[in-house]
Every structure is written in C-alpha cells, then in structure tokens.
C-alpha cells in the first residue's frame, strides 16, 4: 500500500513561517506530487498551490507571493514553505499525488491524500 505522510504543522505567529512535507511510502514506482490542498472549519477544501507536468506551478491568489510549491522526485516529497503566514492562513493542510505502485505483476496508479496537518495562525 501507499501511505502519504504529512509534517510540519503547528501554531505560529502572525508574519511567521512554516515548512510542510508530505512524504511517500511504499511500493512506489512513481510519484507524481499533484499538489496541497486546504480546508478551514466550515469551509470546503480549496486549493492552495498546485504543480503541472513541466509546466508551471498555480497558486490560489490569497497565497501568491507568499507560499513555495516545490518536490523532490528522489525522496518521493513535496512541500509548501509558508511565509508571511496570516491568521486566515489557519486550516487543515492536505497533500495530494498520484502513484503507481508495484503490486504483485501489476503496475497499479492511484490518486492519494495525505491525513492532513494542522496549520494554526495567531494574530
């Protein structure tokens, strides 16, 4: 099975920063980091940053600026470094990709969320 963790959620100051990694683990033949998501209580999952198969990054427009999208193919990891961080920047922060994974005989590609890693702002 494929596991995606995150890390690197916290409590932080307004005008702070963090740095959030979400690792894959498992039979991984190939790691496409797809992107990180967000959701703040009440609201729906919204995107906040997103990578396209050589092409560029997209960002939501409250985080331009101000979040880093960026992926290490070798250690199967993407993250998002957080800067200037504001206190509607608070939510639940979700990673998501698409794997293929070695089962058995098969090639086996899904699409896979991580458990999401508290992100909490101060003001």
């Known amino acids: 099975q494929v596991q995606l963790v995150e890390s690197g959620g916290g409590l932080v100051q307004a005008g702070g920063s963090l740095r959030l990694s979400c690792a894959a683990s498992g039979s991984i033949v190939r790691f496409n980091a797809k992107g990180w998501y967000r959701q703040a209580p009440g609201k729906e999952r919204e995107l906040v940053a997103a990578?396209?198969?050589?092409?560029?990054?997209n960002y939501a427009d409250s985080v331009k600026g101000r979040f880093t999208i960026s992926r290490d193919n070798a250690k199967n990891t993407v993250y998002l470094q957080m800067n200037s961080l504001k206190p509607e920047d608070t939510a639940v922060y979700y990673c998501?990709?698409?794997?293929?994974?070695?089962?058995?005989?098969?090639?086996?590609?899904?699409?896979?969320w991580g458990q999401g890693t508290q992100v909490t702002v101060s003001s």
């Open positions: 998501n990709a698409e794997v293929t994974r070695y089962s058995g005989s098969l090639y086996v590609t899904g699409d896979y």
């Open positions: 990578l396209t198969a050589g092409g560029p990054t």
